[in-house]
Every structure is written in C-alpha cells, then in structure tokens.
C-alpha cells in the first residue's frame, strides 16, 4: 500500500472532531478538485513507503489511539484497503474512511467502517464523477461532507440533502473552501433556508496549526 505520510493528531472535522486520531494517508487520487488542499499527494513524483496492511495496523496499535482515519488521496483504490479494515476492525480500532464520492461503496459495507463522503460541488469541477447510488449505502454514523465555495454550491448542496433525505439518514456537514467563502455566508444560508440538522464545521487543525503545514 502506497502510504505517504502517518501521524496521530486530533481529527480537525466531523462527527469525533477534537478527539484523538491517527492519520494514514494513501497515494494517489482519481479526481483533481480545484481546493485540494492535498494535490501533492495525488502527483506521480510524490514519494511514498510501500507498506503491507500489517504494519499499518501494528503501527496504528503501537500508539494507542482508538480512532484511525484512512485517507488520501482516495483510500478506496488502494488494492488491499479491504484487507487493511478487515484487521482494523477485527483490533477494535473505529475505523473512519474519506472518500470523494467517486468510488462505489459497495464492494465495502460487508465489514463496515464509517465513511466520510464528499458530495463535490460545482465548484470542485468534478460533480459529474459523483456516483449518487453511494447515498442508498449511507447509514446514520455515516457523515456526507459539502465542501462550498460559493452559493451556486450552497444551493447546489441543499437540492442533494433533500433530493435524498440526508439529514434523516447520516450525518450532513457544510464546510467553506479555506479562503474562498466566509463561514458566516453559510450559516446565514442555513438559516434562510431553515436546514435543521445540517452542521458547519471549520477545519479545527487549519487554525490550530498553520493551515499549509503537513503531519497534523
């Protein structure tokens, strides 16, 4: 498995954000969303340790941390990611996967971890690649994360939560584009359009630490 950085910190976002995390971070992605604010782990020169899932999991063990967040890049097109939250799971550890909403879920809910989807936005340019089957697979510790950009986005993201009752069937998250909207556009959308269990989140790490610096 292609991993190009590992590192324990706090989750910055979602449903145990503030909670104590490992990160393990994989090589490579299938989209190029315009805010990626991970790029250098999608190009080809970018470095990376071959590692098998068995030193994943005994390196995520050594630490003692409970909660593991796989991400990338896209996790899913690792080959022996299955294998990887097969052991995960099976050692107690809460296994959470960032996903771009790109790659069927399907193959991965026989032994279920928690997954973190990405619905990309207009903004991202890369909506089209979205597969919406994905949304049927959800369940409620599952999050769908809009990262916006823009009100085309904000609008964009409220035809998807209705379109597929969302807020009644996982968790449901806006988060701006670092730079590119103010948080407080959002929330007075959210309130113009009354989105009752829809939460904002700020990337808790960008302001913690510097919002460029890796390992965190």
């Known amino acids: 498995m292609k991993v190009v950085e590992k590192f324990t910190s706090?989750?910055?976002e979602g449903t145990r954000a503030g909670e104590l995390a490992v990160f393990i971070r994989f090589k490579g992605c299938n989209l190029k969303c315009s805010y990626c604010d991970t790029m250098w782990a999608n190009e080809l020169a970018c470095p990376y340790q071959e590692e098998?899932?068995?030193?994943?999991v005994n390196y995520v063990l050594a630490t003692g941390i409970r909660n593991v967040t796989l991400?990338?890049?896209e996790p899913l097109l690792q080959k022996e990611i299955k294998e990887l939250i097969h052991h995960l799971l099976k050692a107690g550890v809460r296994v959470e996967i960032e996903t771009n909403g790109s790659v069927s879920l399907t193959?991965?809910?026989e032994e279920r971890p928690v997954f973190t989807m990405d619905y990309k936005l207009p903004s991202s340019g890369c909506e089209s690649q979205m597969i919406l089957e994905n949304m049927e697979l959800l369940v409620s510790d599952d999050t769908v994360k809009f990262v916006t950009g823009s009100q085309e986005d904000l609008q964009?993201?409220?035809e998807v939560i209705r379109t597929y009752d969302l807020t009644n069937r996982c968790h449901v998250y806006f988060s701006p584009v670092f730079g590119s909207i103010e948080p407080v556009?959002?929330?007075n959308f959210m309130l113009e359009h009354q989105l009752n269990d829809v939460r904002l989140q700020i990337q808790m790490h960008k302001i913690i630490w510097d919002p460029n610096e890796r390992g965190v």
């Open 52 to 56: 098998t899932p068995a030193d994943i």
């Open 185 to 187: 556009q959002i929330v």
């Open 156 to 158: 964009k993201a409220m």
């Open 107 to 109: 193959d991965f809910c």
């Open 10 to 12: 706090i989750n910055g």
């Open 71 to 73: 991400t990338g890049g």
